[in-house]
């Protein structure tokens, strides 16, 4: 697998329904974070979380990271319409730069 | 709450033109990103800056690239010859500590080459 790869590449629910994405990596990480990413529009930071850290929660989301998996999820709870986007995960790896995932492509119906 | 800009929010060129994409970072920010995803596709990084210099690049970011402090607000990317390929989302990022750190993404320009 690549660095920051996300499954399922594509999810579609039910509003009100739960969200779930996971993120694979291969390297040894400082931080990950998750954005979300409208059509055609710019990224919007969700969540930081580092490598010490086990899971974080914001709102309507949480974030948990084990770092023995190499591996993140995202729940997003009670899921609206609005929150229909692709959620991408970025990992930092010790260099200047962040490495994103491919994507998962969450559809909320209403 | 201070946020990155970038100007212009959506850029259209000819082949073979020279183009210049604007951002402005956070302004107690130290290091400067410049990203690109190509439509459909993931976020790619392109280069980082500090202390006006480049302190990391990609493989993407040739030649044809180059990054610039010109003042002590702005940091902006040129591209000397655009190809059809160089058509993307362009965003820049920015963080006040470097390796590992959080980095904050702008809006994005959207560049044409046609």
């Known amino acids: 697998s690549q660095q920051g790869e996300e499954d399922p590449q594509a999810l579609s629910i039910q509003e009100g329904e739960n969200a779930t994405m996971n993120c694979s990596y291969k390297?040894?990480?400082?931080?990950l974070q998750w954005y979300r990413q409208n059509s055609g529009r710019g990224l919007v930071h969700l969540i930081l979380i580092r490598s010490n850290e086990r899971e974080k929660h914001s709102g309507r989301l949480r974030v948990t990271l084990d770092t023995s998996k190499k591996s993140s999820s995202l729940l997003i709870t009670a899921s609206r319409a609005a929150d229909t986007a692709s959620y991408f995960c970025?990992?930092?790896?010790?260099?200047?730069?962040?490495?994103f995932g491919t994507g998962t492509r969450l559809k909320v119906l209403a | 709450e201070p946020e990155v800009t970038q100007t212009p929010s959506h850029q259209v060129t000819q082949m073979g033109q020279e183009v210049i994409l604007r951002c402005v970072p956070i302004?107690?920010?130290?290091?400067f990103y410049w990203y690109r995803q190509i439509l459909g596709q993931k976020v790619e990084f392109l280069v980082s800056f500090y202390n006006n210099e480049i302190s990391e690049k990609s493989e993407i970011f040739d030649d044809q690239f180059s990054v610039e402090r010109p003042d002590g607000s702005n940091f902006t990317l040129k591209i000397r010859s655009t190809k059809l390929e160089d058509s993307a989302m362009y965003f820049c990022?920015?963080?006040?500590?470097?390796?590992?750190?959080?980095?904050?993404f702008g809006p994005g320009t959207r560049l044409t080459v046609l």
């Open positions: 990022a920015s963080s006040d500590r470097g390796v590992g750190n959080e980095q904050f």
């Open positions: 302004s107690n920010h130290l290091y």
């Open positions: 970025a990992t930092a790896t010790g260099t200047y730069k962040y490495i």
């Open positions: 390297t040894s990480i400082n931080n």
